[in-house]
């Protein structure tokens, strides 16, 4: 019997029919054209790889910003009978060692991986080594440095597809403005006339978006105690600092209101048993900084509260988008309170270290290597930041060093380095460019939280996408 696109779908993915678009991207993806696909969260993305991957003949690479993330999706796969692995950092040598010995004999049809394993010599020599019918680049907009979570070894995706013998690539993410889609295509290698660009669009009809002015921590307490009692079903309250979640879950627990935490600041172990409490349950509230998410598809999500203000309009359409999966209507609550801007000025701060911070940084380095390296972490941060623990400058330096080849070892090893002089990219110029796009970002969210008009239609102009006048269900539209 001839295996088809259709088939697959249903006898593997236990689907009887595609959703929109996807039929037609797996199509062109068969016919071996590249494609940009922009699809809601939780609208099916994934499958517009994973089906063309078991039809290919070779390995479909992907490339995935997460080790969680991918950890879910090949748990996933393998449940259903997909041969199909990740190797990354969680692993120990002796697993990473089996998964390359069984990469290397063609046992995979799936591979995830962070774009970071390439910097890897043992697996670039297995990689070259088996034919890869399709390139997947998961979480895309980390392509492009105009985008709101950018990852300095996603730069590198040029290199690797020319590495790879430019396979076919199909690049996929919930949300990207077209200035970001345009810069997706010039850091694969690609050209406009290259790719075919599905935009499905990011319209959720039974999302209700709403703002409410408060100021301090008392009055977002009372907020979302009132909209936890108002709402039946799971909640995600999201917080841009780990120490606000905290106080939260204090007071929460003080008024008798049970919540789980995810935050960073959790062991991986403690991380993974509270995602699974809060799937298993049917009206979970839990607070989580904005990486608890990312590959958790749970249907029923009846709200999500932002406590404190996202960075940029993207992450925040893109966390809101876990709401009501399932086409129920569900609420989208931000608590729009100013003194939290400073949060985030403050993080575009620490991601955007100044040319100045970049020179001394190169000097110090290359005058004292053996201090450098004996001192550690901690050492240099005395020296360049006075220990000013909440400033993340110099981690954020450190790891664009390396990646543009600058540095090489590392302080972890005591081996750090100056391989090369800095480029043109660390001087004031980009890196005023790229904190301006940021600061930008920001005030654009900030309208938004004070827009009068439609809410939903502000977020489509943004994204450059046609929208009716009103969508009469936003807090706004209703008080007209």
Known sequence: ??????????????HNEFRPIQAEVVSQVMAGDHVLLLMATGAGKSLCYQIPALLLPGLTLVISPLIALMQDQVAALTARGVAATFINSALDREQRQERLARLAAGDYKLLYVTPERFRKQEFVEIIKGREISLLAVDEAHCISQWGHDFRPDYSRLQEIRASLNNPTTIALTATATPEVQEDIIIQLGLTKSQVTVFNQGIERANLQLLVDDVH??????AAIAHARRQTRGSTI????????????????????????VYHGGLTA??????QER???????????????GLGVDKSDIRMVIHAEIPASLESYYQEIGRAGRDGKASRCLLLYDQDDLLIQMNFIKWNNPEADFYQRLWQVISDEPEEVNSGGLDGLKERLLFRHKADFRLETALALLERYQVTRGSLARRDLAVAGELPDRFGPGEI???TLAEQKKLHLMVQYCKTKGCRKGYVHDYFGVDHPDSCGTCDNCQSL
């Open 1 to 14: 019997m001839l295996v088809t696109p259709d088939r697959i779908l249903k006898k593997t993915f236990g």
């Open 216 to 221: 301090g921590h008392g009055a977002k307490l």
């Open 237 to 260: 309250v999201y917080f841009a600092l780990i120490k606000s979640l905290e106080r939260m879950s204090e007071a929460l627990t003080d008024m008798g209101l049970d919540h789980l």
């Open 432 to 434: 005023g460019a790229k």
């Open 278 to 292: 809060f799937m298993a349950a049917g009206d979970a509230l839990i607070l989580a900084t904005n990486a608890f």
């Open 269 to 274: 172990s403690a991380r993974r048993r509270r």
